[in-house]
């Protein structure tokens, strides 16, 4: 089983997440991100500053950097399977 990383992301996104329509994430490369490793992706409010309570976890498979900016990755989701 790969790690577990908690991660922000904004309502636009995370409800396209959940439906299905954005099945990659762009983050910064600096947690150390691996094939297997998860994202515990959790929805921030940043008008409020806080999070909203909803979640979703996604399982990374595939792993790209390419023509993305310096210290950015390309993360390819797929549905978490307890």
């Known amino acids: 089983m790969g790690k577990c990383h908690d ?5 636009q996104y995370f409800d396209d997440v959940v439906i299905g329509n954005k099945t990659f994430e762009i983050r910064k490369d600096d947690r150390n991100f ?8 959790r929805e921030w409010n940043p008008d409020k500053e806080c999070y909203t309570g909803k979640h979703i976890i996604k399982q ?5 950097r390419y023509e993305q900016k310096e210290g950015y990755v390309v993360l390819g989701l797929r549905p978490y399977l307890w």
């Open 7 to 11: 991660l922000k992301i904004l309502p």
């Open 60 to 64: 990374i498979c595939y792993i790209t």
């Open 34 to 41: 691996k094939l297997k490793d998860y994202l515990n992706l």
